[in-house]
T-cell receptor
Framework: DTGVSQDPRHKITKRGQNVTFRCDPI?????LYWYRQTLGQGPEFLTY????????KSRLLSDRFSAERPKGSFSTLEIQRTEQGDSAMYLC???????????FGAGSRLTVL | QQPVQSPQAVILREGEDAVINCSSS?????VHWYRQKHGEAPVFLMI???GGEQKGHEKISASFNEKKQQSSLYLTASQLSYSGTYFC?????????????WGLGTSLAVNP
């Protein structure tokens, strides 16, 4: 196991298109998080899963955003009808239950033209 | 409320020391420190859970003062590998370390 994997690393899309990002967490970690990071900013919390249950969602996550973790392993983050303001790095992180340490993936960079 | 980090940027020569501060207008329950190198994932450095606590990681240590609602990260005898952006994060709600709100980061460049 080499850590948290995210795919794709880079995605360029036209406004109005849908995009999907995938995150494969560390296999023993049952908690999975999505954050968004724009240039010059710290990560912003989007949502959090414990196993397959989505337990928390940020108000930042509009109706165009949906995240799933169907079998409690990998997760997908889909953005529908992308807007230029969605351009950002989307970071996935995972952790052990009860742990405070987040292990981040390298991120998926989205550019919306 | 987003924690405030200072300074925004630091440039050091190898071997010099630096201090990065993180403060909040709200009560701090814990402070998490991460370092992110350009194009890479943030990497956990340390977490401080109690007021007055100090922890260390290699030649990087940190303190946490609950009363002053601030934490400081101390980088001693800096190495080239210390370059990157340092973020502090604090829980949005007490007892919920899962959801962190982050500062804007402090960019650190260590030159030979």
């Amino acid at each position: 196991d080499t850590g948290v994997s995210q795919d794709p690393r880079h995605k360029i899309t036209k406004r109005g298109q849908n995009v999907t990002f995938r995150c494969d967490p560390i296999s023993e970690h049952n908690r999975l998080y999505w954050y968004r990071q724009t240039l010059g900013q710290g990560p912003e919390f989007l949502t959090y899963f414990q196993n397959e249950a989505q337990l928390e969602k940020s108000r930042l996550l509009s109706d165009r955003f949906s995240a799933e973790r169907p079998k409690g392993s990998f997760s997908t983050l889909e953005i529908q009808r992308t807007e230029q303001g969605d351009s950002a790095m989307y970071l996935c992180a995972s952790s052990f239950p009860g742990a405070n340490v987040l292990t981040f993936g390298a991120g998926s960079r989205l550019t919306v033209l | 409320q987003q924690p405030v980090q200072s300074p925004q940027a630091v440039i050091l020569r190898e071997g010099e020391d630096a201090v990065i501060n993180c403060s909040s207008s709200k009560a701090l329950y814990s402070v998490h420190w991460y370092r992110q190198k350009h194009g890479e994932a943030p990497v956990f450095l340390m977490i401080l859970l109690k007021g007055g606590e100090q922890k260390g990681h290699e030649k990087i240590s940190a303190s946490f003062n609950e009363k002053k609602q601030q934490s400081s990260l101390y980088l001693t005898a800096s190495q080239l590998s210390y370059s990157g952006t340092y973020f502090c994060g604090t829980p949005i709600n007490a007892g919920n370390n899962r959801k962190l709100i982050w500062g804007l980061g402090t960019s650190l460049a260590v030159n030979p």
